[in-house]
């Protein structure tokens, strides 16, 4: 199902269609409620053609003046008596509690109602303070209410699942026990946080209580199973992992409490609060992202300590989490030998209150010195695989290349017309996004209903045309991969677009942005000089965006006209310079003449700012499953040697910044391939 984001921002959203069954699941059958049937919902998609401009708080803070609203200036929300109180609890006891109880995201707008659970977007606040439309109430959305499917699968697997000292054979216990690492987790800590156990499923549940501990809102369980050496954890979310929004140990938290400890998995959270006694919440998807709409449980909390994980990748999140946060009130727990995730570190015998005390605060200063920067150049050093990035599973080669995706950078990608840039760039992202990437589409040309059909056949790594009867299997996984849209089309000016980008990462903890392609910004001039400025400012606004924000920026770029068979370079990119200095990578998908077969193209990486390894390798373009990964049997014929001339050249002597770091002189490949640039030709 498409949804329009409200609040305006024309970002679309791809949500699951619900009323998953539970073979999905991968729960038992006997479990199964009825018939697997799905239901389709055929709603009319709005159309947002003119996109509304973000909110700034001081916006928010000058309206709610101007409209006789008195408020508190929290961490991440402002705090405003509910409108929303009166109308549901007219005899509302909680006096103060009540009062206050509208929380408004700074950065949003969006609203939430603590008492009366009502949440919407700021244009419905503002609809509802100025009583347009049918009265104070309109536009408004009453918390979504749980799919009516979804709470009775919710009920019928809780009340299926006992806790585990109540597990007849205590062998099967002690092998749940051993499973989950929970050998020194008290029965008294499972017993306050509720967890259960559901035997068929062989998994661990963990419930969402409503506020007050009174309903059922959604479960997560968790299984184990055994690989080899290793124990490989599953989590299912009900309902799906989009909207399931548990900070799970919300009910154990009092109002009073000003402190809290982040975890990434309720399982630290139970070692942490049995070994400290502190308060500690779990976050509901881990280190994948901090969704807006829990930041109101939060806003209580003077400090909050991060302890995520025990790898990179939970340390680049904490960061990110303690911007939305307000990185003034946080804490992270740097991962490393001595600091494991929590549970780890209660069966380690470690002390968990010593470890939370070296915290490092999240604020810097814009000045620091080394003495504050050596942590995080120890923990690059010693995770150099995860220092490198997320390694593409189909591309091995631009593994080899690139080494891997890394955060904060801007990769520039050009090739000739109609040579395949999206098909290829569609499946380079999709391969990031099936590895948890959060991903941000930005397509001008194509529409997103042909992106995403190209996409789907790409992940099907097949035809669906001829085996519809597969497509709601492969519907249903590709609905929960980490993938959004922007609904532009055609010509945007380049602010929305940023605008645009700004706010998925907020709401959607976006790493990688894909804008296909730059032309669509740079509106309708006709001088080449002023077309020229105005991609260098595009240019430079998305090199800030991907800094600023942490965040991979993937652009395609026209190239500038050149003859048919000529080899592209760096500087055939459309433009000045700026945008091969700015990019920290540049990739050609080179279309040969030479190329014998109609699908078979390379990739050249022609440059590399993150160790200067530049390269090609070939693709071969499979017309049925429109991917270009090179089939498993095919040897690598990866060459690290050319750059745009097509001469061997030496390293740079300086590191400026923007300077194109030459090529390696190392030579990978193996016999020279026909589709390899002769490293002994000049190509002009
Ligand atoms: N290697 C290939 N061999 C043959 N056909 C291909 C190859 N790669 C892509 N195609 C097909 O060519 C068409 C154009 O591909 P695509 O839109 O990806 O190219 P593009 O370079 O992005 O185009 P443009 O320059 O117009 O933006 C698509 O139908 C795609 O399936």
């Known amino acids: 199902m498409w949804v329009l984001l409200r609040g305006g921002y024309p970002l679309r959203i791809l949500l699951p269609l619900r009323g998953e069954w539970m073979g999905r699941r991968g729960l038992p059958r006997s479990l199964v409620p009825g018939s697997p049937r799905r239901r389709y919902r055929k709603e009319a998609l709005p159309a947002l053609e003119v996109p509304v401009l973000p909110v700034t708080a001081t916006e928010i803070r000058q309206y709610l003046r101007a409209h006789g609203i008195s408020f508190q200036d929290g961490h991440s929300c402002l705090r405003a008596p509910s409108p929303f109180v009166k109308a549901l609890q007219p005899k509302d006891q909680t006096g103060a509690t009540a009062s206050f109880s509208l929380f408004i995201d700074k950065t949003t707008g969006r609203f939430l109602c603590m008492t009366s659970l009502a949440e919407g977007s700021w244009e419905d606040f503002q609809a509802s303070v100025e009583g347009r439309g049918d009265g104070a109430r309109e536009g408004v959305l ?81 299984s184990a199973e055994v690989q080899g050496d290793e124990v490989h954890y599953k989590e299912t979310t009900i309902p799906r992992p989009g909207v399931y929004h548990n900070l799970f140990g919300l009910p154990l938290i009092s109002r009073r409490d000003v402190e809290v400890v982040l975890t990434g998995r309720e399982l630290d959270s139970l070692a942490l609060n049995q070994s400290t006694g502190l308060p500690t919440l779990a976050l509901p998807r881990g280190t994948a992202c901090l969704p807006p709409a829990l930041l109101p449980y939060l806003e209580q909390f003077r400090r909050i300590v991060l302890w995520l994980g025990d790898d990179l990748r939970s340390w680049e999140a904490a960061k990110l989490f303690a911007r939305k946060l307000n990185p003034k009130r946080c804490s992270l727990v740097r991962p490393g030998d001595q600091q494991p995730r929590a549970l780890e570190a209660l069966n380690q015998g470690l002390n968990l209150s010593r470890i939370l005390r070296t915290a490092l605060p999240a604020w810097h200063k814009s000045i620091v010195s080394f003495r504050q920067l050596r942590e995080e150049v120890l923990g690059e050093l010693s995770n150099v695989e995860q220092a490198a990035g997320i390694r593409w599973n189909r591309f091995p080669d631009l593994n080899r290349l690139l080494k891997g995706h890394r955060k904060g950078e801007l990769t520039v990608f050009t090739g000739p017309t109609g040579s395949g840039k999206t098909t290829f760039i569609s499946e380079y992202a999709l391969d990031l996004c099936t590895q948890g990437v959060n991903t941000l589409w930005g397509s001008f040309e194509i529409s997103n209903v042909r992106l995403a059909r190209v996409m789907l056949t790409q992940f099907a790594v097949g035809r669906l045309e001829e085996q519809l009867d597969k497509y709601d299997e492969w519907a249903d996984r590709f609905e929960d991969l980490p993938l959004y849209f922007m609904t532009f089309h055609g010509q945007q000016s380049i602010r929305t677009v940023i605008d645009t980008m700004q706010h998925a990462v907020y709401v959607y903890d976006i790493c990688h942005v894909v804008i296909d392609n730059l032309q669509f910004m740079m509106g309708h001039e006709q001088l080449s000089t002023d077309r020229i400025a105005a991609q260098d400012y595009i240019v430079g606004a998305f090199r800030k965006f991907a800094t600023d924000n942490s965040c991979h920026v993937t652009l395609v770029i026209h190239p500038r006209k050149e003859d048919d068979d000529k080899e592209l370079q760096t500087a055939s990119i459309f433009g000045s310079a700026k945008a091969s200095q700015e990019a920290d990578n540049v990739l050609i998908l080179q279309d040969r003449k030479l190329v014998t077969g109609p699908g078979k193209r390379y990739l050249q990486v022609s440059k590399n700012r993150f160790d200067g390894d530049v390269g090609v390798f070939p693709l071969e373009f499979n017309k049925s499953s429109l991917t270009f990964s090179i089939p498993p049997k095919s040897k690598a014929r990866l060459k690290k040697v050319k750059d745009d001339n097509g001469l061997v050249t030496k390293k740079p002597s300086s590191g400026k910044k923007g300077a194109v770091p030459q090529n390696s002189k190392t030579c990978l490949g193996q016999a020279h391939h026909p589709y390899q640039p002769d490293p002994s030709k000049p190509s002009r």
């Open 142 to 222: 009453l918390g979504e209410a749980p799919e009516a499917e979804d709470s009775e699968e919710v009920q019928r697997i809780w009340d299926r699942a006992i806790p585990l000292w109540e597990l007849p054979e205590p062998e099967e216990a002690q092998l749940a026990r051993v499973m989950f690492g929970l050998t020194k987790v008290t029965d008294d800590t499972l017993r306050r946080f509720s967890v259960r156990y559901l035997r068929p499923a062989r998994s661990l549940v963990f419930p969402w209580l409503s506020p007050g501990g009174l309903g059922l809102r959604g479960l997560k369980l968790l």
